[in-house]
T-cell receptor
Framework: ETGVTQSPTHLIKTRGQQVTLRCSSQSGHNTVSWYQQALGQGPQFIFQYYREEENGRGNFPPRFSGLQFPNYSSELNVNALELDDSALYLC????????????FGQGTRLTVV | AQKITQTQPGMFVQEKEAVTLDCTYDTSDQSYGLFWYKQPSSGEMIFLIYQGSYDEQNATEGRYSLNFQKARKSANLVISASQLGDSAMYFCAMRVYGGATNKLIFGTGTLLAVQP
């Protein structure tokens, strides 16, 4: 148990729709990162939030956006879903940006049809 | 460019034997950390072991040890006395320090199957 929970665990959406994935971090963790893991691949960094502001972004288009809230929860929003967005989405929280360890949730498996 | 390479897509090992999972990395930065994660079929990433670039001793955590060879840029994971529950995907990852974002860069993973 990492203390990081994600919801929902599974989701099926239609191409063109919008989706919101949620993550609840450990209390006190002010940094959350989101990763996309396509089938058979390693996770790819989407972006990171630190104290409710975006702190860095990977090579993902603007239709991927996020929010972080004061209660240590966060969201990943994806607009105009494409078939290639089908993947496992993982969030990871850490106490601070420079921390060694990141605690991962169990992920949300998104299928776009 | 920063990159992690795992060249073994899959590995088999007999229960109770040791196994080495390979990982090489590429970075021009001096301050970085290397991680190994285990991902069972449930999906969550389970942290196993960490090695800092300035650490002189190889990291160990129970049955896990990290064979860190800085000059060769390799960070192999050694699992001793394999157990059936070790069957999972294993990912090597790197974090470069000094920038504003401490993102993890992952390899493509190695699928380990432990046979009874």
């Amino acid at each position: 148990e990492t203390g990081v929970t994600q919801s929902p665990t599974h989701l099926i959406k239609t191409r063109g729709q919008q989706v919101t994935l949620r993550c609840s971090s450990q209390s006190g963790h002010n940094t959350v990162s989101w990763y996309q893991q396509a089938l058979g691949q390693g996770p790819q960094f989407i972006f990171q939030y630190y104290r409710e502001e975006e702190n860095g972004r990977g090579n993902f288009p603007p239709r991927f956006s996020g929010l972080q809230f004061p209660n240590y929860s966060s969201e990943l929003n994806v607009n105009a879903l494409e078939l290639d967005d089908s993947a496992l989405y993982l969030c990871a929280s850490s106490l601070d940006r420079g921390d060694t360890e990141a605690f991962f949730g169990q992920g949300t498996r998104l299928t776009v049809v | 460019a920063q990159k992690i390479t795992q060249t073994q897509p899959g590995m088999f090992v007999q229960e109770k034997e040791a196994v080495t999972l390979d990982c090489t990395y590429d970075t021009s930065d001096q301050s970085y950390g290397l991680f190994w994660y285990k991902q069972p079929s449930s999906g969550e990433m389970i942290f196993l072991i960490y090695q800092g670039s300035y650490d002189e001793q190889n990291a160990t955590e129970g049955r896990y040890s990290l064979n860190f060879q800085k000059a060769r840029k390799s960070a192999n994971l050694v699992i001793s006395a394999s157990q059936l529950g070790d069957s999972a995907m294993y990912f090597c990852a790197m974090r470069v320090y000094g920038g504003a974002t401490n993102k993890l860069i992952f390899g493509t993973g190695t699928l380990l199957a432990v046979q009874p």
